[in-house]
């Protein structure tokens, strides 16, 4: 059926609010059918359970088939990828597509423990093995025996630790803390990092060893900016999400916020555009929702340069804990993601927070 307004308009020559409003019902009509084409997408690929692997890319393509050929083996997987790729979402994912699947997955952030924290978390304790150490206790290793443990960030792993960690790859035992008793365990190891892991042996902060043990099958999660395909696909499965969540169910995403999104480089990869979409529809007054990148407004105090009239006379140390104070304001007291946009170790940033007495949270 034609619309009466475009039609009238339409037979009218040279006539510039026609056009206009031709442009405006045709731009309408290319939006419903692209919705159309995303909800179909989405309804025929319930298979993908998680955000990270929604897209028809020839990237998440490759990604699709190399998590279905490592998912077959027992092999340690390293998981490469920009932050907010989706890393520990790929890692689940081979976990639940291999045999493993119905035995435990266990999750370790290697940053954010401290190292005796983290060896007593990985490796479990003796009764006895310092002050207040009242009852044995089982670490992940041992818990997630028969299934998989993903160590998160594993750049981050302290260097005394490390060998401990190679042990169990090569052996698959170790001792738990305060103990002379060895534990056998059958687990399969996935770790992740976004930093370069050559890098970090280079520069002494990774063992070798441990490097090439991790590194059997690594699997690199591509960078939003790589699979622009996906962006509207992405944007559509958050939208639905956010919305039934807030009982805003349907909303729509109009086609110059479509555009903008295609042609972004999102710096902070699926998790930005996931924050993006989730602001927006907490905001949204319509059905119809715009969405708004500000890219100088969420990356300004981090991307632009320092204000030198501000810092003037102020020593190296002071700058840097205002740099720091800053990052921790803006991301919420994230230590993990504050760490990650400064550059540092999660460990070191932590020292400081404590040194400073700054507001950090350990997520």
């Known amino acids: 059926m034609v ?20 442009e405006y019902h045709c731009a309408t009509a290319r939006l419903a059918r692209c919705h159309e ?20 890319s020839p990237a998440m393509q490759l990604l699709r088939r190399q998590i279905e050929a490592v998912a077959k083996s027992d092999a340690t997987v390293l998981v490469l990828g920009e932050t907010g790729t989706g890393k520990e979402l790929v890692s689940a994912e081979i976990h639940r597509r291999s045999e493993r699947s119905h035995r435990p997955y266990l999750c370790v952030n290697c940053a954010a423990l401290s190292a005796g924290s983290l060896e007593r978390d990985l490796f479990g304790l003796e009764q006895g093995a310092f002050p207040g150490a009242e009852e044995r206790r089982k670490g992940r290793f041992e818990l997630a025996s028969g299934g998989t443990i993903l160590l998160d960030e594993i750049s981050e792993l302290d260097i005394n630790l490390q060998s401990k960690l ?8 170790f001792e738990p803390l305060g103990s002379q008793e060895t534990v056998r365990v059958d687990v399969r190891v996935i770790a992740t990092t976004h930093r370069n892991l050559e890098t970090e042996v280079r520069e002494g ?4 060893d441990l490097y090439f043990r991790l590194a059997i099958v690594p699997i690199e999660v591509p ?11 992405l944007a559509a499965v958050f939208l639905e999400r956010f919305a039934a969540a807030t009982g805003k169910w349907p909303l729509k995403i109009d086609v110059g916020s479509l555009r903008r999104l295609v042609s972004y480089h999102w710096p902070g990869n699926v998790r930005q555009l996931e924050s993006l979409v989730r602001r927006e ?10 969405l708004e990148i500000n890219p100088e407004k969420e990356f300004s105090c981090l991307a632009s340069s320092p204000d030198l009239g501000a810092i003037r006379g102020m020593s190296i140390e002071e700058v840097e804990r205002l740099l720091i104070a800053d990052t921790l304001e803006l991301l919420d007291g994230h230590q993990k993601h504050s760490a990650e946009v400064l550059g540092i170790g999660v460990r070191t940033l932590r020292d400081k927070i404590k040194k400073w007495g700054l507001k950090g949270q350990r997520r």
Do not use: F
């Not at 902060?205 to 070798?208: K, T």
């Open 223 to 233: 960078p939003l900016r790589e699979r622009k395909e996906d962006i509207s696909l």
């Open 3 to 22: 619309d009466p307004i475009v039609e009238t308009h339409s037979s009218c020559p040279d006539d510039p609010i026609g056009d206009l409003i031709d």
């Open 37 to 56: 084409t995303l909800l179909d997408k989405l309804n025929t690929n319930q298979e993908n359970k998680t955000s990270a692997l929604i897209g028809e």
């Open 205 to 208: 902060r990774l063992r070798p």
């Open 281 to 290: 529809v907490l905001l949204a007054e319509e059905e119809e929702v715009t």
């Open 166 to 173: 190679l042990r169990v790859l090569q052996e698959k035992e």
